[in-house]
């Protein structure tokens, strides 16, 4: 964040905008997406928006409290949504995919707060335990120091030499190598694929596998993150969400498959994959029997909102502590409205 804007925003506390806002704002339901955790690898360098230091993540939930943020349940905030039954800022904790470091970090840090979390599983690598192949051929690009590298026999149907002297380079060969994987490669190729790739980069991979930073909580991990009361709900088995109705069905369903079993009980609420979403997709959750949707974009969700739409703030290892307090007050979404960004879909 610019030095600008921090200054902007501190004063702005001094001055008690954030708390004539957060008055202001009160009925509406805060609602804070967040992804995996680290607690000593690079992963965060590699993707900030993707993964938090675990100690950041502590230093929210202490916020929270100290602020008197109270953090309840999905299911309760939609209830409230719907008949406006709310305490004043109440905040929901979603997680997205799955990660392992979710039930690490937040299955340990949440219930010293005795806090009510949703997380999103994506099943598809739940069930094979791969590491999350386009996740972990990004990573071997962005870690990596070779400059050039001749893709030999044995990684067909992968071909050809790649240039990676430049960060563009870096990501047209990431973009390659994934889509290879994906149209011609099994899940067995694929996974020979990304081990013959880390030695042609020179790339260790000795703690990303054996901690399983870029892996899916397997079924004995989820079974003990539910346990530990984290709120185990639907983000399709392959994470996407088709435009075409019988796939998005299909994906529904299928995450359903593996999660209910795990979860016992009829799992409503949902998650769009990488924020895409539209209102085209709202008959096919509706046909399905989903109760919520989370989008990724920014927001308040006042009563009335559409449960298809549910906007929400996005914290990451790159907002900074004075952003989060301004999201939470509400103050961001009054100078979104004040420039026209604000964008809450109509039910
Ligand atoms: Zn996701």
């Not at 260790?204 to 930073?213: A, K, N, Q, S, W």
């Not at 990451?316 to 604000?342: H, N, P, W, Y």
Request: glycine share 6%.
């Amino acid at each position: 964040m610019s030095g600008f804007k921090t200054l902007f925003l501190t004063i702005s506390k001094w001055l008690g905008l954030f708390y004539i806002s957060r008055r202001l704002t009160r009925r509406g339901v805060r609602i804070l997406c967040y992804h995996a955790f680290s607690t000593d690898g690079d992963e965060c360098d590699f993707r900030p928006k993707l993964f938090m230091r675990c100690s950041t993540f502590q230093k929210r939930l202490q916020a929270l409290h100290s602020a008197g943020y109270p953090v309840i349940t999905l299911d309760a905030a939609l209830q409230g949504l719907e008949n406006g039954n709310l305490p004043a800022c109440a905040t929901v904790i979603t997680i997205d995919d799955g990660f392992p470091s979710v039930y690490r970090c937040a299955g340990e840090a949440l219930p010293r707060y005795k806090y009510p979390a949703t997380v999103y599983v994506t099943s598809y690598y739940s069930v094979k335990q791969n590491p999350v192949f386009r996740l972990l051929v990004q990573y071997l690009l962005w870690k990596t120091s070779v400059t050039t590298v001749a893709v030999p026999e044995s990684l067909r149907p992968l071909r050809g030499t790649f240039s990676l002297g430049s960060k563009q380079e870096k990501s047209d060969a990431a973009d390659e190598i994934i889509r290879v994987g994906q149209e011609q490669c099994s899940e067995e190729q694929r996974l020979s694929l990304l081990q013959g790739l880390a030695r042609l980069l020179e790339v260790d991979l000795g703690r990303i596998l054996t901690e399983r930073v870029f892996h899916v909580m397997n079924r004995e991990e989820l079974l003990a993150a539910a346990a530990k009361g984290l709120d185990v709900q639907l983000h399709t088995h392959r994470h996407r969400f088709p435009e075409e109705s019988g796939a998005a069905a299909r994906e529904i369903i299928d995450n359903r498959a593996v999660l209910e079993p795990i979860a016992a009980k009829p799992l409503r609420h949902f998650c769009y994959p990488s924020g895409v979403w539209s209102k085209n997709h709202w008959p096919v959750l509706a046909r399905e029997g989903i109760r919520s949707a989370t989008t990724s974009a920014p927001g308040l969700n006042f009563p009335g909102a559409a449960p298809y739409g549910l906007l929400r703030m996005l914290d990451s290892e790159d907002v900074t502590q004075i952003e989060f307090e301004a999201e939470m007050a509400g103050f961001a979404e009054l100078l979104r409205r004040i420039r026209g960004k604000s964008r809450a879909p109509s039910a």
